[in-house]
C-alpha cells in the first residue's frame, strides 16, 4: 500500500493516488490542512503536484503495522518529500488507517493524525514493537 502511494508520488499521478483511498476517506496535511473524501484528495494532490510539490519525489519507512482483526490494519511511517538525492533521515511522520473494501481491495480509510516533525534526534522506530522498518523509495541516483 505504501509503496504504491510512493509510485504513484513519483509520477506526479494525483488520480492513482487517491485511488489508495475509500471514497469517504479523511486527510490531514503536515500543516493541518483537512481533506474529505477521494475526490478532495484527488484534487487537493493534483494541485500541489502542479505547483507547491512539482519536481518532488516522496521516501517512507515503515515504523509499525498493528492489525485490528482480519480488515482493518494502523500502519506509522516515517517519510519526507524531496527534490535531488534521498534524504538520509526522514523527519516526518504520519498514521494511515488500512480497511479491506467489500471489493477486497485494501484503500487508507483515514489519516487520523498530522504528519509530525521528528524532534532531532529522536528515533520512534526504537521505542516501537512490530516487525521493524521496511523501507520504501522508487527513487534512483541522481
Known amino acids: 500500500m505504501i509503496a504504491s502511494l510512493i509510485d504513484a508520488w513519483q509520477r506526479h499521478d494525483a488520480q492513482a493516488h487517491g485511488a489508495r483511498f475509500t471514497v469517504d476517506a479523511t486527510y490531514i496535511t503536515f500543516v493541518g490542512t483537512y481533506h474529505q473524501g477521494h475526490a478532495d484528495i484527488v484534487e487537493s494532490h493534483r494541485t500541489l503536484f502542479e505547483k507547491h510539490l512539482e519536481g518532488t519525489r516522496l521516501a517512507g519507512e515503515v515504523l509499525d503495522i498493528r492489525f485490528h482483526g482480519p480488515d482493518a ?33 485494501r484503500r487508507i480509510a483515514a489519516l487520523p493524525q498530522h504528519q509530525a516533525q521528528v524532534a532531532a534526534g529522536g528515533d520512534l522506530a526504537q521505542d516501537r514493537p512490530g516487525p521493524g522498518p521496511g523501507r520504501f523509495s522508487t527513487s534512483t541516483a541522481d
Do not use: F, M, N
Request: glycine letters at 10%.
Open 73 to 105: 490494519a494502523v500502519v506509522t511511517v516515517r517519510g519526507d518529500t524531496y527534490k535531488g538525492s534521498r534524504p538520509q533521515e526522514l523527519t516526518r511522520i504520519q498514521t494511515y488507517t488500512l480497511v479491506r473494501e467489500a471489493d477486497g481491495e
